[in-house]
Every structure is written in structure tokens, then in C-alpha cells.
């Protein structure tokens, strides 16, 4: 009886595929793992440029300047650090990403060629872990600007009693805005990646225009900015570290924030119609808007200085500043209910985004024949209710220089990870092999390429150092273990990236690293792509026609008359 309730249950959670569309379901393979065919590579330059957008419109860019103000520097060399970290930023993310565009296949699926199929686990369960926990803190902190919606349409909330234990480092007011993000954010979960149009168009323009119309308001309440705006150089004539070394850390800080993001920018570089698509939406978005976002937000930082006598970097402070000093009034909370908005809808697309499809995406390469995106991203955001982030935002301040500092592990991850694609293999790819395990020339020595362990080590082996005395705040340690520290990123890349590949050069790969598969076995390529790569297309092997080009989404979902497809259509454009 048990037995066969458990097997019920097992056909039913088990993912179901179109083999028609080459979906097959097995222990490596399930319909979001496969190369995306031409239907669901939907993205134009626009959605790239939404997803960035998202990446960039948010509290933590508009803060950055602040960062960097702190520690004594002026407000053109903050300025010039985000600048060059963004540009090398955006050289990184399409650097890495080149795979996805090429060859449309993830993150998940791109180490299998590197590490080994069983090897890949390895960057995979990083990836996870970081998923987990940058979900439950982003869900946190969009919670903050929920609060300050429903202060602004029931000001009595921000007195709510605290009925909290007193042990609990947080109160009522907290965790109701953090519930109610949490839950308006799920239903967004059950939206495939390439249906994200819509939402993209909407909160971007959204949020843009309520950032500028902000910095409007304020310049024109202050006539002028205040003091902070015009902050020189305040590094100490004695002090330890000079602005050079000062702006060598802030870089480093700065590209290891969107480090993560670059690792598995395969993940959604495979959704574009072309690569030019993701070039363009890339490079326009993430270092032009970011760092207009970070000028906008030290602008208006800057007026409201001189407004309100204090300065209010985080923007949730700054908005129930301004409904106070609108004395309550239905104009100031209208308007700051709409900031709140625009701020929290673009941390929850980028949330969604960013950890929960990514880590629906990582989880379906550990568990494909249950775990597809969609389960994958649901788990990843009920893990939030685990990871209880309350405590690790209000009692582990130095948790979160932890996960800022989290490049340390991922730069050498990106090093290999470059090298053996671009350098090693140049750019070829056999797709049926990463998938099959038996015969693969990806199964290298027991699942697991040994020539990527030592290269990965070496690269975070030198830094790790800094990153532990950082953390605990030491501050007699060697001068030498912060500056390795300081450089850590492009230290844990080059190391990592050099040895991985003169370790191909002492003991090259037994198979070809320049193969590639003769036909088109997953439906992967367009008639045009297929001739470029010299692969023979599914076309040919079928008999049909080969100078008509394979449907895309539209057709195929214009010829669905229900109102469902109707409705994706919309949301795709």
C-alpha cells in the first residue's frame, strides 16, 4: 500500500517532457537545461537592457557613493570607482556570458564542459548557497519599503506595538513588511524567464522616472545641494591606507557586489535572439544607467542634506523622513507610497531574477527529473523562511561583508571558466556529450576534470587570508594579507586563469577539445546559425525544407487560440 502511494506520487512530482521538442527528463537533463531552441529565445536588446536596469535601479547602487565618502574620499574619485568597476563589470558580463549566446545553454550547464559532469557540482552548490541566502536578505530589505507603503496609506502603522519576543532581533513592523513582500512576490515565481517583457518595460520606466523625479523635487526644495556634494579628499595625513589603495579596495568592493550576477550571466544571455541583443541591452544599461543611478542618488542625498539638516543615504529612511516633515500630509505620503513602489517593485524583479530563477535554475541541475525553474525558484524563495534574515542583517553586520566579499571564490570559478572557453576550446561545444554521461568526452576522470581543482584553489588561496581578518575586524594584521585582499577579484581571475591553462598545456585533455556535434540533435540552431557553425540541421535529416527558417515564439503561440497563450504573447511583446 505504501509502496504504491509512493510511487503515485513519485509519477506525479517526476517533470514530464515534449520529446518531440528533444525535452527529454533524466538524471542530467529536464526542459529547462536543454539548449533553448529558437522559440524561447525571446529576448531582445530591450530585455537585457530591463534586466540590468533592474540590476541597477535599486537601494544599493543609489548607496555606493556613500561607501567610498566614508573612508575619506572625495566625491570625484567615488564617481570615478563606479565608473571603471561598472565598465569592467559589463567587459566581465559578456565575457562570461559569450557561451549562452552562442551555444544557448546556462550556468549550470556550462561548468559541465570545465569541471566534469559530476565536477560542476561544485560551482553549482556555491551558486545555491549564495541564492539562498541573497534572496532572504533582498526579500528583507524589499520588506523595508513595504513598510513605508503601508505607513503611507495607514500612518498609525509605523506605531504598531512590537509583540515580538524581545529575544528576536526584530519587531512587528519589520517582519509584517517583509510577509507581505514575501507573498506578493510569488506569484511572479510561476512567470518563465521568457515572458519577462512586460514586467521589464513597466518597472523600469517606472522606477527611472521616479528616481529622477526625486532628485527634481529635492533640487528644487533645496535650491541647491548641500555640503556633501562638493566633499574633498579627508584621508589623514598618518592614515594606513592612501586614496590609491583606498580606491584599488573600493573597485574590488564594487565588482565583487555584481560578481555573482557575472558568473551566471549564461543564464539568461541563452534567452537572446542575437547576440547583438545582449550586447547592446548590456553594455548600454549596466555601466551607463548604473552609474547614472549612483550620481542621481549622491545628488539628492546631497539636496535633502541641505533640506533636512542630516544626511539619508538609505532611501526607506529618507522617504519616512519626508512624510514627516510633510507633516502627514496626503501629498506626502502619495508621494512617497509611489517611491516606495517604484524602489520595491525593481528589488523584486531583481530578486526573482537574480536568486530565484537562478537558483531554480542550479537546483534543476542538481534534481532534473523533479526540479525544473519554476520549482527550483519557489524552493529558493521558501528557503528565505530558513535562512531567517533578520538575524543576519541586524546581529551579523560583518555576514553581509562576507557575501560582498564572496568574489574571492567566484573570480577564479569566472578564470577557468573563461580560459577553457575561449582559450582552450575556442568557443567549440559538443552539446550531446553534456548530457550523456556514458562515452562523454566531458566525464573526463570519474565525473571530474582534476586540472580545474588545483587552478580554482590557487586562485582564492592567496586572498582568502584578507577576507577572514576583514571580517573579524583585525587590524594588526599584515599589511601585505589586506592588500592581496584588496585586489582580490582580478588576483583569484588572472591566477586562476593562467594555471587552468598551462595545466591544459602539461597535461592536455586525452579527446578533442575543439569537437562539436554533426547535426543539429536538440533543435537547438536556426537554418543560418547551422550553416555558420558547419552543422548539419535537423531540417535536412527530417527531409523538410531547409531555406525556411525555423517558427519563433510568435508564430507558434499565435497559433494557440486560448486565452492563455494570448496573455504570454502579451507579456513577451
Known sequence: M????????????????DESKHEQTDAWSNRDLIPLPPSRRTWSSFHYFGIWTLSSLNIATWQTPNTFLTQGLSVGQAMAIIILAR??????????????????????????FTWGMRGSFIPLLQRILLNFIWNAVQTWNGGKLATVCITAIWPSFAKIPNTLS????????EMIGFIVFWVISVPFLFIRPEHFKRPFQFISIYCGVGMISMMIW?????????????????????????????????????????????????????YAKRGKHYLIGTISCLWLTGTVVSFVGLVTTAACQKIYGKIYWNPPDLLMIMMDYGQGSSAARAAAFFLALGFGLTSMFENICGNAVAGGIDLAGLFPRY????????????????????????RAAAFIAVLNSFSVFLAPIIGVMCADYHLIRRQHIKLSALYHPDGSIYWFTHGINWRVIPAWIAGWAPTIGGLIVSVR?????????YQLYYMAFFLG???????????????????????????????????????????????????????????????GVASMDSKSAKFKQWLKG
Not at 526540479?371 to 543576519?392: H, K, M, N
Open 218 to 270: 529635492s533640487l528644487s526644495i533645496a535650491r541647491g545641494v548641500g555640503p556633501i556634494f562638493s566633499k574633498g579628499e579627508t584621508i589623514a595625513s598618518g592614515a594606513k591606507w592612501n586614496s590609491s589603495w583606498l580606491m584599488m579596495a573600493g573597485i574590488n568592493q564594487a565588482i565583487g557586489q555584481k560578481a555573482a550576477g557575472m558568473t551566471n550571466g549564461s543564464d539568461f544571455s541563452r
Open 371 to 394: 526540479i525544473d525553474i519554476r520549482r527550483g525558484a519557489i524552493i529558493t524563495f521558501i528557503a528565505a523562511w530558513i535562512v531567517q534574515p533578520w538575524y543576519l542583517i541586524n
Open 493 to 555: 581571475f588572472s591566477i586562476s586563469f593562467l594555471l587552468f591553462y598551462l595545466m591544459n598545456i602539461l597535461f592536455p585533455m586525452k579527446t578533442g577539445t575543439q569537437e562539436v556535434d554533426d547535426t543539429d540533435v536538440y533543435g537547438t540552431f536556426t537554418n543560418a546559425e547551422c550553416e555558420r557553425r558547419g552543422i548539419i540541421s535537423q531540417d535536412l535529416t527530417q527531409g523538410l525544407d531547409p531555406t525556411a527558417e525555423k517558427s519563433g515564439a510568435v508564430e
Open 87 to 112: 565598465a569592467i563589470i559589463t567587459l566581465f558580463a559578456c565575457f562570461v556570458a559569450w557561451c549562452g549566446v552562442r551555444w544557448h545553454i546556462g550556468f549550470t550547464i556550462q561548468n559541465r
Open 166 to 173: 524581545p529575544s528576536l532581533p526584530t519587531t512587528t513592523y
Open 2 to 17: 505504501a509502496s504504491r502511494v509512493f510511487r503515485r506520487v513519485r509519477e506525479k512530482v517526476v517533470l514530464k517532457g
Open 473 to 481: 575586524g583585525e587590524k594588526n594584521a599584515s599589511r601585505a594579507i
